[in-house]
Protein backbone atom coordinates (compact mmCIF):
# COMPACT_ATOMS: atom_id res chain seq x y z
CA UNK A 1 0.00 0.00 0.00
CA UNK A 2 2.54 2.68 1.13
CA UNK A 3 6.42 2.93 0.16
CA UNK A 4 9.00 3.67 2.34
CA UNK A 5 11.71 4.55 -0.30
CA UNK A 6 11.63 5.57 -4.18
CA UNK A 7 11.73 1.85 -4.69
CA UNK A 8 8.26 -0.44 -4.15
CA UNK A 9 8.70 -2.90 -1.77
CA UNK A 10 8.20 -6.40 -3.04
CA UNK A 11 6.45 -7.74 -0.11
CA UNK A 12 3.35 -6.28 -0.46
CA UNK A 13 1.23 -8.44 2.18
CA UNK A 14 4.34 -6.75 4.80
CA UNK A 15 3.06 -3.90 4.23
CA UNK A 16 0.06 -4.52 4.56
CA UNK A 17 0.39 -6.09 8.31
CA UNK A 18 2.43 -2.58 9.45
CA UNK A 19 -0.35 -0.78 8.41
CA UNK A 20 -3.06 -2.84 9.80
CA UNK A 21 -0.79 -3.01 13.31
CA UNK A 22 -0.41 0.84 13.40
CA UNK A 23 -4.45 1.24 12.78
CA UNK A 24 -5.30 -1.32 15.41
CA UNK A 25 -3.23 0.56 18.33
CA UNK A 26 -4.50 3.51 17.10
CA UNK A 27 -8.13 3.14 17.30
CA UNK A 28 -7.75 1.26 20.74
CA UNK A 29 -5.14 3.78 22.27
CA UNK A 30 -5.72 6.90 20.86
CA UNK A 31 -9.01 6.91 19.28
CA UNK A 32 -11.50 7.25 22.11
CA UNK A 33 -9.74 10.83 22.63
CA UNK A 34 -9.27 12.18 19.57
CA UNK A 35 -12.05 14.46 19.89
CA UNK A 36 -9.88 16.54 22.68
CA UNK A 37 -6.57 16.33 21.02
CA UNK A 38 -6.48 19.82 19.27
CA UNK A 39 -4.62 20.03 15.93
CA UNK A 40 -1.57 19.80 14.52
CA UNK A 41 -0.33 16.96 17.98
CA UNK A 42 2.21 14.34 18.25
CA UNK A 43 0.60 11.75 19.96
CA UNK A 44 3.43 9.88 21.97
CA UNK A 45 2.10 5.77 23.40
CA UNK A 46 4.07 4.89 26.20
CA UNK A 47 2.51 1.16 25.78
CA UNK A 48 4.38 0.86 22.09
CA UNK A 49 7.26 2.20 23.37
CA UNK A 50 7.32 -0.29 26.46
CA UNK A 51 7.20 -3.19 23.24
CA UNK A 52 10.16 -1.38 21.45
CA UNK A 53 12.51 -1.35 24.97
CA UNK A 54 11.10 -5.09 25.69
CA UNK A 55 12.92 -6.17 22.32
CA UNK A 56 16.38 -4.14 22.61
CA UNK A 57 16.38 -4.66 27.07
CA UNK A 58 16.57 -8.52 25.23
CA UNK A 59 18.72 -8.13 23.03
CA UNK A 60 21.50 -6.67 25.69
CA UNK A 61 21.03 -8.93 27.95
CA UNK A 62 21.55 -12.10 25.80
CA UNK A 63 24.69 -10.27 24.69
CA UNK A 64 26.06 -7.65 27.22
CA UNK A 65 26.19 -5.45 24.68
CA UNK A 66 25.15 -1.56 25.34
CA UNK A 67 22.08 -0.07 23.64
CA UNK A 68 21.77 4.02 23.51
CA UNK A 69 19.10 6.28 22.29
CA UNK A 70 20.51 8.12 19.23
CA UNK A 71 19.20 12.23 20.21
CA UNK A 72 19.42 13.30 16.61
CA UNK A 73 16.06 11.02 15.68
CA UNK A 74 14.10 11.59 19.17
CA UNK A 75 14.86 13.85 21.89
CA UNK A 76 11.31 14.75 23.35
CA UNK A 77 12.48 14.54 27.21
CA UNK A 78 8.45 13.47 28.06
CA UNK A 79 9.66 10.03 27.26
CA UNK A 80 13.28 9.88 28.97
CA UNK A 81 11.86 8.52 32.00
CA UNK A 82 10.81 5.42 30.31
CA UNK A 83 12.98 5.12 27.60
CA UNK A 84 16.42 5.35 30.21
CA UNK A 85 15.11 2.68 32.52
CA UNK A 86 15.99 0.50 29.71
CA UNK A 87 18.66 2.04 27.58
CA UNK A 88 22.23 2.63 28.97
CA UNK A 89 22.44 6.45 28.10
CA UNK A 90 22.17 8.27 24.91
CA UNK A 91 24.50 9.70 22.19
CA UNK A 92 24.58 13.20 20.88
CA UNK A 93 25.74 15.20 17.91
CA UNK A 94 26.27 18.64 19.56
CA UNK A 95 27.15 20.50 22.66
CA UNK A 96 23.17 20.99 23.46
CA UNK A 97 22.44 17.55 22.86
CA UNK A 98 25.15 16.66 25.36
CA UNK A 99 23.55 18.70 27.87
CA UNK A 100 19.89 17.51 27.01
CA UNK A 101 21.06 13.82 28.08
CA UNK A 102 23.32 15.20 31.41
CA UNK A 103 20.46 16.87 32.37
CA UNK A 104 17.20 14.92 31.31
CA UNK A 105 18.23 11.48 30.66
CA UNK A 106 20.88 11.35 33.43
CA UNK A 107 23.12 8.07 32.75
CA UNK A 108 26.17 7.91 30.52
CA UNK A 109 26.85 10.91 27.28
CA UNK A 110 28.26 9.91 23.85
CA UNK A 111 29.23 12.55 21.95
CA UNK A 112 30.45 12.39 18.02
CA UNK A 113 30.37 15.34 15.79
CA UNK A 114 32.06 15.42 12.61
CA UNK A 115 34.48 18.84 13.83
CA UNK A 116 34.45 20.01 17.18
CA UNK A 117 34.44 23.58 18.20
CA UNK A 118 37.24 25.05 19.98
CA UNK A 119 34.72 27.42 21.88
CA UNK A 120 32.59 23.93 22.83
CA UNK A 121 34.98 21.27 23.50
CA UNK A 122 35.85 21.90 27.15
CA UNK A 123 32.00 21.66 27.96
CA UNK A 124 31.83 18.75 25.98
CA UNK A 125 34.77 16.80 27.52
CA UNK A 126 33.59 18.02 30.54
CA UNK A 127 29.72 16.18 30.18
CA UNK A 128 30.65 13.32 28.15
CA UNK A 129 31.41 9.44 29.12
CA UNK A 130 32.78 8.93 25.48
CA UNK A 131 34.16 10.87 22.72
CA UNK A 132 34.41 10.35 19.19
CA UNK A 133 36.18 11.98 16.58
CA UNK A 134 35.90 12.34 13.32
CA UNK A 135 39.23 12.64 11.87
CA UNK A 136 42.79 12.03 13.26
CA UNK A 137 42.98 15.97 12.92
CA UNK A 138 40.59 16.59 15.05
CA UNK A 139 42.09 13.83 17.94
CA UNK A 140 45.23 15.35 17.81
CA UNK A 141 43.99 18.88 18.43
CA UNK A 142 41.92 17.89 21.43
CA UNK A 143 43.50 14.70 23.06
CA UNK A 144 45.09 16.88 25.71
CA UNK A 145 41.89 18.51 26.85
CA UNK A 146 40.11 15.57 27.59
CA UNK A 147 39.77 14.52 31.51
CA UNK A 148 40.92 11.55 32.69
CA UNK A 149 38.86 8.40 32.42
CA UNK A 150 36.53 9.50 29.47
CA UNK A 151 36.74 6.84 26.75
CA UNK A 152 37.68 8.58 23.24
CA UNK A 153 37.03 6.91 19.96
CA UNK A 154 37.95 7.33 16.52
CA UNK A 155 34.97 7.11 13.30
CA UNK A 156 36.18 4.73 10.57
CA UNK A 157 34.87 4.64 7.21
CA UNK A 158 34.38 1.28 5.67
CA UNK A 159 33.47 2.66 2.36
CA UNK A 160 30.56 0.34 1.93
CA UNK A 161 27.03 0.87 2.43
CA UNK A 162 23.92 -0.63 0.89
CA UNK A 163 21.29 2.85 1.82
CA UNK A 164 19.70 3.97 -1.38
CA UNK A 165 19.42 7.44 -0.67
CA UNK A 166 22.25 9.48 -1.09
CA UNK A 167 21.59 11.91 1.84
CA UNK A 168 21.00 9.25 4.35
CA UNK A 169 24.73 7.45 2.90
CA UNK A 170 27.85 8.05 5.26
CA UNK A 171 29.76 6.22 2.97
CA UNK A 172 29.48 7.92 -0.34
CA UNK A 173 32.68 8.84 -2.39
CA UNK A 174 33.61 11.64 -0.56
CA UNK A 175 32.03 11.72 2.18
CA UNK A 176 33.17 13.74 5.25
CA UNK A 177 32.77 10.89 7.38
CA UNK A 178 35.44 8.96 8.93
CA UNK A 179 39.12 7.88 8.15
CA UNK A 180 39.75 5.41 6.09
CA UNK A 181 41.75 2.30 6.51
CA UNK A 182 45.40 3.94 5.07
CA UNK A 183 44.85 6.86 7.81
CA UNK A 184 45.36 4.05 10.72
CA UNK A 185 49.12 3.53 9.10
CA UNK A 186 50.45 6.92 10.41
CA UNK A 187 49.10 7.38 13.37
CA UNK A 188 49.51 6.66 16.93
CA UNK A 189 46.14 4.50 18.48
CA UNK A 190 47.54 5.67 22.36
CA UNK A 191 44.75 7.05 23.87
CA UNK A 192 41.79 5.76 21.46
CA UNK A 193 39.89 2.81 23.15
CA UNK A 194 37.77 2.16 20.64
CA UNK A 195 35.64 2.82 17.10
CA UNK A 196 32.62 4.08 15.90
CA UNK A 197 31.38 2.55 12.76
CA UNK A 198 28.16 4.00 11.12
CA UNK A 199 26.56 2.93 7.92
CA UNK A 200 23.28 1.74 7.80
CA UNK A 201 20.11 3.26 7.71
CA UNK A 202 16.45 1.88 8.30
CA UNK A 203 17.91 -1.94 7.64
CA UNK A 204 18.48 -5.17 8.72
CA UNK A 205 20.71 -7.48 10.77
CA UNK A 206 22.05 -9.06 7.02
CA UNK A 207 23.15 -5.58 5.66
CA UNK A 208 25.11 -4.77 9.34
CA UNK A 209 26.62 -8.46 8.63
CA UNK A 210 27.70 -7.40 4.95
CA UNK A 211 29.24 -3.98 6.09
CA UNK A 212 30.82 -5.52 9.49
CA UNK A 213 32.62 -7.87 7.03
CA UNK A 214 34.03 -5.11 4.69
CA UNK A 215 34.74 -2.94 7.74
CA UNK A 216 36.65 -6.27 8.94
CA UNK A 217 38.68 -6.73 6.32
CA UNK A 218 39.81 -2.87 6.32
CA UNK A 219 40.38 -2.44 10.38
CA UNK A 220 40.29 -5.96 11.47
CA UNK A 221 44.14 -5.84 12.66
CA UNK A 222 43.71 -2.45 14.69
CA UNK A 223 40.90 -4.29 16.51
CA UNK A 224 43.12 -5.62 19.16
CA UNK A 225 44.31 -2.20 20.34
CA UNK A 226 40.46 -1.28 21.65
CA UNK A 227 37.98 -2.05 24.19
CA UNK A 228 34.78 -1.18 22.38
CA UNK A 229 33.19 -1.13 18.91
CA UNK A 230 30.26 1.36 18.12
CA UNK A 231 28.12 -0.33 15.25
CA UNK A 232 26.07 3.14 15.08
CA UNK A 233 22.66 3.50 14.36
CA UNK A 234 20.32 2.28 11.50
CA UNK A 235 19.21 -0.61 12.80
CA UNK A 236 15.43 -1.13 12.19
CA UNK A 237 15.78 -3.73 15.66
CA UNK A 238 11.99 -3.20 16.06
CA UNK A 239 10.42 -3.55 13.10
CA UNK A 240 8.40 -6.80 12.84
CA UNK A 241 10.23 -8.27 10.12
CA UNK A 242 14.14 -7.50 11.90
CA UNK A 243 16.20 -10.54 12.21
CA UNK A 244 16.79 -10.27 15.75
CA UNK A 245 19.05 -13.69 16.05
CA UNK A 246 20.96 -12.40 13.40
CA UNK A 247 22.18 -9.76 15.28
CA UNK A 248 22.91 -11.22 18.90
CA UNK A 249 25.26 -14.04 16.57
CA UNK A 250 26.97 -11.60 15.08
CA UNK A 251 27.26 -9.49 18.19
CA UNK A 252 28.19 -12.25 20.03
CA UNK A 253 30.98 -13.09 17.58
CA UNK A 254 32.46 -9.41 17.64
CA UNK A 255 32.67 -9.48 21.33
CA UNK A 256 34.30 -12.83 21.70
CA UNK A 257 36.54 -12.72 18.96
CA UNK A 258 37.89 -9.13 19.48
CA UNK A 259 37.66 -9.17 23.47
CA UNK A 260 35.76 -6.10 23.13
CA UNK A 261 31.87 -4.41 24.12
CA UNK A 262 29.65 -3.56 21.19
CA UNK A 263 27.61 -0.37 21.59
CA UNK A 264 24.35 0.10 18.94
CA UNK A 265 22.54 3.65 18.96
CA UNK A 266 19.36 3.20 17.70
CA UNK A 267 17.28 6.45 16.86
CA UNK A 268 14.28 5.49 14.93
CA UNK A 269 14.03 1.59 16.18
CA UNK A 270 13.61 2.97 20.23
CA UNK A 271 9.93 5.15 19.06
CA UNK A 272 9.05 2.98 15.86
CA UNK A 273 5.23 3.38 15.32
CA UNK A 274 5.03 4.71 19.03
CA UNK A 275 3.76 8.53 17.06
CA UNK A 276 0.91 9.66 15.53
CA UNK A 277 0.67 13.30 13.86
CA UNK A 278 -2.87 14.15 14.48
CA UNK A 279 -4.01 16.55 11.54
CA UNK A 280 -7.37 18.07 10.01
CA UNK A 281 -8.34 19.07 6.85
CA UNK A 282 -8.95 22.99 6.62
CA UNK A 283 -10.06 22.68 2.67
CA UNK A 284 -10.92 20.80 -0.32
CA UNK A 285 -10.39 21.98 -3.77
CA UNK A 286 -10.12 21.12 -6.94
CA UNK A 287 -7.23 21.04 -9.86
CA UNK A 288 -7.81 18.05 -12.06
CA UNK A 289 -8.01 16.26 -8.73
CA UNK A 290 -9.45 16.65 -5.38
CA UNK A 291 -6.92 17.99 -2.97
CA UNK A 292 -7.07 18.07 0.79
CA UNK A 293 -5.49 20.82 2.50
CA UNK A 294 -4.32 19.74 6.12
CA UNK A 295 -3.16 21.96 9.28
CA UNK A 296 0.47 20.38 9.43
CA UNK A 297 3.10 20.53 6.97
CA UNK A 298 5.90 17.52 4.84
CA UNK A 299 8.17 20.18 4.80
CA UNK A 300 7.90 21.44 8.23
CA UNK A 301 6.81 18.93 10.80
CA UNK A 302 7.61 15.57 9.04
CA UNK A 303 10.87 16.20 6.78
CA UNK A 304 11.79 12.91 5.99
CA UNK A 305 8.63 12.29 3.27
CA UNK A 306 10.38 14.88 1.26
CA UNK A 307 13.94 13.51 2.10
CA UNK A 308 13.71 10.08 1.84
CA UNK A 309 11.11 10.55 -0.10
CA UNK A 310 8.47 8.14 0.86
CA UNK A 311 4.56 8.32 1.31
CA UNK A 312 3.35 8.23 4.58
CA UNK A 313 0.31 6.07 6.04
CA UNK A 314 -2.78 7.60 7.21
CA UNK A 315 -4.52 5.38 9.49
CA UNK A 316 -7.93 4.27 7.62
CA UNK A 317 -6.82 5.65 4.65
CA UNK A 318 -5.98 3.46 1.36
CA UNK A 319 -4.02 3.66 -1.19
CA UNK A 320 -4.62 6.33 -4.26
CA UNK A 321 -7.23 3.57 -6.44
CA UNK A 322 -7.90 1.14 -2.72
CA UNK A 323 -11.40 2.89 -2.47
CA UNK A 324 -13.79 5.45 -4.29
CA UNK A 325 -12.69 9.07 -2.94
CA UNK A 326 -9.32 9.32 -4.30
CA UNK A 327 -7.17 12.84 -2.49
CA UNK A 328 -3.87 14.44 -2.76
CA UNK A 329 -3.23 15.51 0.71
CA UNK A 330 -1.06 18.49 0.82
CA UNK A 331 0.31 20.80 3.80
CA UNK A 332 -0.60 24.21 4.59
CA UNK A 333 2.31 26.02 3.74
CA UNK A 334 3.59 27.98 0.29
CA UNK A 335 5.96 25.70 -0.46
CA UNK A 336 4.87 24.29 -3.58
CA UNK A 337 6.37 20.63 -3.16
CA UNK A 338 4.93 20.70 0.60
CA UNK A 339 2.87 17.37 -0.52
CA UNK A 340 2.15 14.25 1.75
CA UNK A 341 1.06 11.68 -1.14
CA UNK A 342 -2.25 10.42 -3.23
CA UNK A 343 -4.69 8.67 -0.79
CA UNK A 344 -8.23 6.97 -1.11
CA UNK A 345 -11.27 7.14 1.64
CA UNK A 346 -14.03 5.19 1.58
CA UNK A 347 -16.28 8.32 2.21
CA UNK A 348 -15.45 11.78 1.30
CA UNK A 349 -13.28 14.16 3.45
CA UNK A 350 -14.84 17.39 4.10
CA UNK A 351 -13.39 20.51 6.63
CA UNK A 352 -12.83 19.62 10.23
CA UNK A 353 -12.24 15.82 9.40
CA UNK A 354 -8.73 14.77 11.24
CA UNK A 355 -6.49 13.01 9.15
CA UNK A 356 -3.37 10.77 11.27
CA UNK A 357 -0.28 9.84 9.82
CA UNK A 358 1.29 6.97 11.69
CA UNK A 359 4.48 6.30 12.70
CA UNK A 360 5.41 9.73 13.22
CA UNK A 361 7.80 9.84 16.52
CA UNK A 362 11.17 9.59 14.52
CA UNK A 363 12.87 12.72 12.42
CA UNK A 364 9.92 15.11 13.03
CA UNK A 365 10.34 16.90 16.05
CA UNK A 366 13.89 17.30 16.40
CA UNK A 367 13.72 18.60 12.77
CA UNK A 368 10.57 20.60 13.10
CA UNK A 369 10.67 24.24 11.04
CA UNK A 370 8.05 27.12 11.59
CA UNK A 371 8.11 27.65 8.11
CA UNK A 372 5.61 30.06 7.03
CA UNK A 373 4.98 31.08 10.87
CA UNK A 374 2.85 27.45 11.17
CA UNK A 375 1.78 26.24 14.04
CA UNK A 376 4.44 23.76 15.69
CA UNK A 377 2.69 20.30 16.92
CA UNK A 378 1.23 20.34 20.37
CA UNK A 379 2.53 17.27 22.33
CA UNK A 380 0.00 14.65 23.77
CA UNK A 381 1.17 11.38 25.64
CA UNK A 382 -0.78 8.42 26.03
CA UNK A 383 0.04 7.12 29.22
CA UNK A 384 0.26 3.41 30.00
CA UNK A 385 -2.43 3.81 32.66
CA UNK A 386 -4.64 4.71 29.44
CA UNK A 387 -4.87 8.61 30.31
CA UNK A 388 -3.76 10.98 27.98
CA UNK A 389 -1.58 14.01 28.87
CA UNK A 390 -1.08 17.04 27.33
CA UNK A 391 3.08 17.77 27.41
CA UNK A 392 3.23 21.09 25.69
CA UNK A 393 1.56 23.66 23.45
CA UNK A 394 3.64 26.23 21.57
CA UNK A 395 2.46 29.91 20.76
CA UNK A 396 3.03 32.92 19.37
CA UNK A 397 5.66 33.93 21.67
CA UNK A 398 8.11 30.46 20.78
CA UNK A 399 7.58 31.33 17.57
CA UNK A 400 9.21 34.90 18.23
CA UNK A 401 12.03 33.47 20.15
CA UNK A 402 13.18 31.26 17.16
CA UNK A 403 13.67 34.83 14.75
CA UNK A 404 16.06 36.46 17.39
Same mark, same amino acid.
Given at each position: ??? #??? &??? =??? %????? $? /?????????????????????????????????????????????????????????????????????????????????????????????????? #??? &??? =??? %????? $? /?????????????????????????????????????????????????????????????????????????????????????????????????????????????????????????????????????????????????????????????????????????????????????????????????????????????????????????????????????????????????????????????????????????????????
Amino acid at each position: MFE #KST &EKL =EQA %SAIES $I /VDINEERFHEDVQPFLDSIDSPAYVFDERHLEHNLSILEDIQTRTGCKIILALKAFASTCCFPMIRQSLQGATASSLNEAKLCRDYFGKEVHVYSPAY #KQS &EFP =EIQ %SIADH $I /VFNSFSQWKRFKDEVRPGVKCGIRVNPQYSEVKTDIYNPCLKNSRFGVKEEDFQDNDLTGISGIHLHALCEQNADVLERVWRKAEAKFGRYLQHFDWINLGGGHLVTDEDYDVEKLIALINHIQSTYDVQVILEPGEAVVLNMGYLVSSVVDVVFNGSAIAIVDTSASAHMPDVMEMPYVPEIIDAGAADEYPNRYQIGGVTCLSGDVMGNYSFEDPLTVGDKLIFADMAHYTIVQNTTFNGIASPSIYLMKKNGKLEKIREFNYGDFVKRLG
